[in-house]
């Protein structure tokens, strides 16, 4: 049983002439439920009863605030309303609180309800003393018949409509309320579910209203919010946009400077990477070289060939580009150097031809070479060269041996002629020359044959026509040397003007149709002292 409550601030007279509390009891209603009533009354006292102001101050708001606050009816039906009175004296505003709000006048009533629960009312005045008086009533709700029990469905707001960037999650702004009802179970069980949308929807708690959902695929997508309260279902959808996610630029892999000597090549495998994965990656370049060469894969890899030849020395400035497909068209570069040097190559000097010279005469041998790098100059210098030849370079590329062989030099030499370019790192090229000087004294030797009178076949030999005879310094061959015999008549012949040596002849035959037979065996020799 609750029991009549007073502020300590409320109505507080004169103790010599104040009233007593009126407390009531309780009392039993309907169908035997206990409502517990708290009713605080006041009664109000004779002005002459009141505290007397202080002698300063005699108007009345000056003193110290009453309020009086009372219901028509401290005990109502459900749903049923009470109307609250009041009065207050010494007080210039009064302010409700409680359940009620808002500023009242000194004096006045107000229906309150309908009610459902029990409700309490406080009603607080001031004026000018500086205490304020508070009083309060309870209004208690007796439930006569059980109130109705029809459920309802739950209220589901499944938030306003969305937009999110991929790759970026999306926290739902659900929200379910319900009347508890049915009981059992007084509990709403909530499903966020996906509808439409061209991708998959990830919810981390699908359960939950307030869950965080993600996305696969950019679009529009239709969520579903739906709350079961065990008998009876509701729902409400939203609509995400989901944006696609920003391109993002690719990345080059790092080349690097480059250095390689001419007539070298070198080969780099470059790649590039792109977090969107869809995107087409592309290769192109800027300022290459002619030597220069950029090759795209199409698998996010390219092949960058550096193949210089000997007159691209130098240092040269190549821009590699990776560019994706995206929106907007991003691209990643790099600017690198790539240095070539110089790589000098042997000089080539042209092949000098054996020399034979008589004592005492005199000849010159002729001297060239080249150098593939066209900026080399050459020189000639020899190892080998007898007193009698000298070596003269005309700092052209030419030059000359002058030979000048006296009696008694007669002999053979070899020496060896080399050309050296002006290059860095400085090479060569070599000939040999042989140098045979004779004798000035000639000698002769005289061959006699016996001409044949049959063909191969076995047959006479009816058309000869003449001979040929064929000489050299060598036993069987090469006879470089050949003397024609055009009498077929004639069996002898003498071969003059022969240098000192060992000589080695054979003799052929012809037939008025040119046919020529096979050298005479054995071949004869001589030696010239």
Not at 153 to 169: E, F, H, I, K
Not at 321 to 327: I, Q
Not at 348 to 362: G, K, L, R, S
Request: hydrophobic letters at 35%; glycine letters at 8%; proline letters at 7%.
């Amino acid at each position: 049983m609750a029991t009549r409550n007073t502020s300590s601030q409320g109505y507080s007279p004169d103790r010599r002439s104040g009233p007593a509390a009126v407390s009531r009891g309780c009392r039993v209603v309907g169908r035997g439920v206990v409502i517990a009533l708290v009713a605080a009354v006041v009664s109000l006292g004779q002005p002459s009863q009141l505290a007397a102001a202080p002698k300063h101050d005699k108007s009345p708001t000056s003193q110290k605030p009453v309020v009086h606050l009372s219901a028509n009816n401290t005990t109502v039906g459900y749903d049923e309303s009470a109307e609250l009175s009041w009065t207050a004296l010494n007080a210039t505003v009064c302010t409700a609180s409680g359940d009620w709000d808002g500023t009242m006048p000194t004096s006045g009533t107000k229906t309150v309800g309908p009610l459902t629960t029990r409700g309490t009312f406080v009603l607080s005045c001031s004026g000018q003393h500086p205490r304020k008086a508070t009083e309060s009533v309870t209004i208690d709700v007796v439930i006569e018949n059980d109130p109705p029990t029809v459920n309802t469905a739950p209220q589901v707001n499944a938030g306003a409509n969305r937009s999110v960037t991929l790759p970026n999650t999306l926290m739902l702004p659900g929200t379910v309320s319900d009347d508890g009802l049915p009981n059992p179970p007084a509990a709403v069980t909530t499903t966020w579910s996906q509808v439409s949308g061209p991708g998959t929807v990830s919810f981390t708690d699908a359960s939950s209203v307030s869950s965080t959902v993600s996305f696969d695929v950019d679009g529009t997508y239709t969520l579903r919010l739906a709350a079961d309260d065990g008998a009876l279902v509701s729902s409400d959808e939203m609509q995400v946009t989901v944006q696609p996610a920003p391109n993002s630029a690719p990345q080059l892999a790092p080349i690097g400077d480059q250095s390689l000597a001419e007539g070298d090549s070198l080969a780099l495998l470059l790649s590039a990477s792109d977090v969107d994965e869809g995107d087409v990656l592309s290769f192109s370049h800027d300022h290459l070289a002619s030597f220069v060469t950029l090759t795209d894969n199409g698998n996010r890899t390219a092949t960058l060939a550096l193949t210089p030849g000997f007159a691209d020395n130098g240092t040269y400035s190549v821009t590699i580009r990776v560019t994706d497909d995206g929106s907007p068209i991003l691209a990643d570069e790099e600017t690198l150097t790539v240095s070539v040097t110089d790589q000098n190559r042997a000089p080539q000097i042209d092949p000098i031809a054996d020399v034979t010279i008589v004592e005492n005469d005199t000849q010159t041998v002729a001297l060239s070479a080249s150098d593939p790098d066209s900026g080399d100059g050459v020189s000639f210098s020899e190892v080998g060269l007898p007193s009698f030849a000298s070596l003269t370079d005309f700092n052209n590329g030419t030059g000359q041996i002058a030979l000048m062989p006296g009696s008694t030099d007669v002999g053979q030499y070899t020496a060896i002629v080399t050309v050296t370019d002006h290059g860095s790192s400085p090479l060569t090229g070599q000939s040999a020359l042989d140098i045979t000087v004779t004798s000035a004294f000639h000698g002769s030797a005289l061959l006699t044959w016996t001409a044949p009178n049959t063909n191969t076949d076995g047959s006479p030999l009816t058309d000869l026509a003449g001979f040929r005879i064929y000489y050299g310094s060598t036993s069987g061959g090469p006879y470089p040397n050949m003397v024609p015999i055009n009498n077929a008549s004639v069996n002898s012949h003498q071969i003059d003007n022969l240098s000192a040596g060992a000589y080695y002849f054979v003799i052929t035959a012809l037939n008025t149709s040119g046919e020529e037979s096979a050298y005479s065996d054995p071949p004869a020799s001589g030696t010239i002292p």
